[in-house]
Structures are given as C-alpha cells and as structure tokens.
C-alpha cells in the first residue's frame, strides 16, 4: 500500500471516529477533496511549519467575520428576489449549477444535463435547481428566467431560514478531533486539525450546511427522483443522506473528469461502509466506469450513460474523429484548470519557452473566470493572448497542438483531430486525465515543452494521428447521447416508481 492509499485510509478513519457529528459529514477535509483542501500534499511535508500554522489560522480568524457577514447579505439578497413561484409534487430534481455559459442567446439553459432536461420536461414534472453565489449571474438568472420550474436553490430558503443556517454554522460548524492519528509512524493530528478548522474558517464546510436547509424543504414536494453532478463531496453526503432517509430515488451523473488527485471519487472500503450515497451513479463513458470501479470502493451500482456535455458529430452511437490538418500554423493553446492559483506559474513557464517566438500562444482560462480580471493580475508577452471560447470545429485548422492539466479540453481535442498533452510542471501536478492511453508520450515537463517549440519553428512537428486508434479511445472515454440514452432514464425512474 503506497502513502496515499494509506493517507486515504487513515482520513476515512477519522471520519469514522466522528460518525454521527453532523460537522463530520460536512467536511471537505474528510471527504477528501484535496484540491480544496491540500491536505495529502501537507502532510507529505514531514517537517511541520509552525510559523506557516499560526499565519493561516491568524488570516483565516481575520478574514472569518467578514466572509461570514458577506455571504450572508449574499444569501438574503439571492433569497428576497429568487423566491420559486410554485414548486410541483413528485417532479424530477435536477441540481446543477449557474454558470456564465448557462446563458444562452438570452435565454436559459442548463450547461450540464442539457438535452435530457429537455426531453424529459415533455413527459414529467421537472424542476431545474440551479446554484451560484455570483450575484452578477443570480441577477441576470432573474432577468432571463422565463420558466417556473427553473429556480435559485437559495430562494428556496426564507430569512428565517437563513438565520438558522448561519446559527447553526457558527456554533456547530468546527470539527475539533479528540484522537491521534499517526501516518508511517508519523504523528499527523495538527495537520488534520489545522485543515478542519480552516474548512470552518474559510466556510469550506459551509455549502454542505446550505444544502441541509435547501434538501428539507424540497422533499416536502416529495420529488420521484432527485439528481445531481457527482463528484463524492461533503455536501452531496448531506443531500443524500437526506434523501436516503426520505426513501427518495437519487442519481449522481459523473459528468466532470476527474483524475488521481481526486481522492473524493475513490472512496475506500470503510467509506463505502459509512458514507450516504446516491442509489446509483452513472458515468460518461466505459473508462470513467471502468476506472471507478478498478480504484474504488462502490457498493451501488456504476453504468455507462452519456456525455451530456458533448454536441460533436455522432453516426450509429459512435463519436466520429476528424482527420487533423497537417499544416503548421505555428498557434497553440494551453487550456487551464479551474485552479487559479496554477496560472501564474504555468505562464511563466510557457513566458520561458515560447516568449518571443513566432508562435502564437492562447491562454484558455475556465469559464468560471475573466479575461479583463485576470489580465490586471498578469502581463502577457505580445504572442500571448487569454481567450474564453473558440470555435472547436476550426480547432484542427487553426492550432498545432494543446496542452492542458486537470481538464477534460485536451480530450475533447482529439476528436477534433488535434494532438494533446498533459503539462504536470516536472511532476508538480500530477493531474492524469489521459487514462488507459499509450499511443505518445502524454506528459510533458518543461524540457519537453522546449523540444515541441523547436519542432514547430522547424517545421518538422508531426501533426498525424492514428485515426483508428483514436476512434477506438475517444469512444470508450465518451458515449454519444442517443433516444436510447433517454429511453434507459426513463426505465430507471420507472423501475423505481414501481419499486
């Protein structure tokens, strides 16, 4: 057993010994989610930091009345103007999120589910909840909205509700460990309580509170079925423990990539023994089941499903692969993660390879961020541009090559015939979304990077790709959606109305 097999073990015991504190459930640092959190990546520091300790607690006590006050006006305001008109009885729940793409020729629509949304409205109640704190995206959710049964799950909420909410975090809200806990014989105990009071003090933990509140009041339209993006976080253990108990059908739809770093969707043997979840978690595609099952602990039911997110050319259930254009256009993409904290280093690795050379570089940000923002915070040589979207259908005839960490763009690429690579900055982000792949050298360091810039500027980058092979990748990694796919929904809502 390596050290973050044993790191994900010994968490899953502190879980364990907290069973039953609701503060336990609804924390991020137990559940695991290390890209919030960073604790693994802590820990393996032996030497502890006392000095870097008292700085982040003493930043997180500062800035904790102040986060605390801003969300809550946050919430009063979303609530006060985003109150559902009516609510139907046993509808289908979706649970999705508002982003800035859920914004579409002025109208809106849901950016994750998509079509099955759609379909299914013809034939059931459906109510689309949708999530943001943005008051930027809540306001123009306001002035879009034209459907009764898409809400702002926090207009679910009433003022006196909200003030139970933050009661209860404010008291409640901090996980203190009793215990020691020891990794490789090492004592890790402060480590872990460092980063469970931070879940506390940044308000990490404080989405699974709000989703307590939003989940009973939904149950009493007793919904058929409640479905949401799985990703194994604290607060979908809330929801479904909720749910659970209210014996109501709930569905995780892995529609996210995900890579090893992501502990939260390889729960171990004693998670799976401990922790709610849905009755059933459907995927993308046969890798990400595949995957799942080979790397965790599952005692329900994973089957393939459908990449709702994909609107690329399909014939007979198969994705069809576009044959790259070989030319070189000496213009490559790096398309980012939605780590903000990797962009600056990231830029200025690529500033030291490619900056001034005849290449052009696009900087692809996450669509959670701005281009005006982030250009204030960094300065870009003349070849660099940050861009948001781009034309995927002249992505072969436009870019060389991409390179991506920590999403699924890279992927996306081949089926548009263009090669892709993993930049893991020399082993610094060891992000794998390339899985059950072999047909190149898929993560580069910076060496690496020097060696594609040469190739380019020589003219001698090869640009083929083998056709077949890809063709035969793509389609066990993403599964078309089909009428079938909607036909095999609706049987699992059926099968359990029937049970």
């Not at 052009?360 to 541009?385: A, C, G, Q």
């Not at 690429?413 to 900055?425: E, H, M």
Request: glycine content about 4%.
């Amino acid at each position: 057993m390596n050290i973050k097999e044993k790191y994900s073990n010994l968490i899953s015991q502190v879980a364990s010994d907290n069973l039953g504190n609701f503060a336990a459930l609804a924390s991020p640092t137990l559940s695991k989610q290390e890209t919030v959190t960073g604790l693994f990546e802590m820990i393996k520091i032996e030497k502890n930091n006392n000095f870097l300790n008292v700085f982040l607690i003493s930043i997180g006590v500062i800035k904790f009345i102040p986060r605390l006050t801003y969300m809550f006006f946050r919430l009063i305001f979303i609530s006060a103007f985003n109150k559902p008109q009516t609510l139907s009885k046993n509808s289908i729940i979706f649970k999705t999120w508002l982003v800035p793409r859920s914004f579409i020729n002025g109208n809106i629509v849901d950016d994750y589910f998509r079509k099955l949304i759609l379909e299914l409205e013809t034939n059931f109640n459906v109510i689309v909840s949708f999530t943001s704190y943005d008051i930027e995206l809540v306001k123009k959710f306001k002035i879009n909205n034209t459907k009764q049964n898409y809400i702002q799950s926090y207009g679910l909420l009433s003022f006196f509700d909200i003030l139970k909410l933050f009661t209860e975090y404010i008291f409640k809200g901090h996980l203190d460990i009793k215990l020691r806990y020891y990794l490789n014989k090492v004592d890790v105990t402060n480590k872990i309580k460092l980063s469970l009071l931070l879940d506390y003090l940044e308000l990490r933990s404080f989405d699974a509170y709000a989703e307590k509140y939003k989940t009973e009041i939904l149950i009493k339209t007793e919904p058929k079925a409640f479905i949401y993006i799985y990703e194994n976080q604290s607060w979908e253990k809330v929801v479904c423990s909720i749910l659970n108990k209210n014996n109501i059908y709930t569905i995780g739809y892995q529609s996210s990539g995900f890579s090893p770093v992501f502990l939260n969707f390889f729960p171990t043997l004693k998670d799976s023994e401990i922790m709610p979840t849905p009755n059933i978690i459907l995927t993308v595609g046969d890798n990400f089941t595949k995957y799942l099952n080979g790397n965790g602990n599952y005692k329900i039911p994973l089957k393939t499903f459908a990449a709702l997110r994909f609107d690329y050319i399909a014939k007979m259930g198969k994705y069809i692969v576009e044959k790259p254009n070989l030319k070189i256009h000496k213009k490559i993409i790096y398309a980012f993660s939605v780590h903000l904290h990797q962009y600056k280093p990231i830029i200025d690795d690529l500033k030291e390879v490619f900056i001034n050379q005849d290449i052009t570089v696009h900087l692809k940000i996450h669509p959670l961020y701005k281009v005006h923002e982030l250009e204030k915070k960094i300065k870009l040589p003349t070849n660099f541009k940050f861009i948001t979207n781009i034309d995927i259908d002249l992505l072969k005839d436009s870019y060389d090559f991409i390179l991506f960490n920590d999403n699924s763009f890279g992927i996306e690429a081949l089926l548009q015939g263009v090669k892709s690579y993993q930049y893991d900055r020399n082993g610094l982000f060891i992000d794998d979304r390339f899985m059950y792949f072999d047909l190149w050298k898929t993560n580069l360091i910076l060496q690496d990077l020097k060696s594609l810039r040469d190739s380019l500027n020589e003219g001698n980058y090869n640009k083929s790709l083998p056709i077949d092979d890809i063709d035969t990748y793509i389609n066990l990694m993403y599964k078309p959606y089909t009428k079938e796919s909607l036909f095999y929904f609706q049987d699992l809502l059926k099968l359990n109305s029937a049970a």
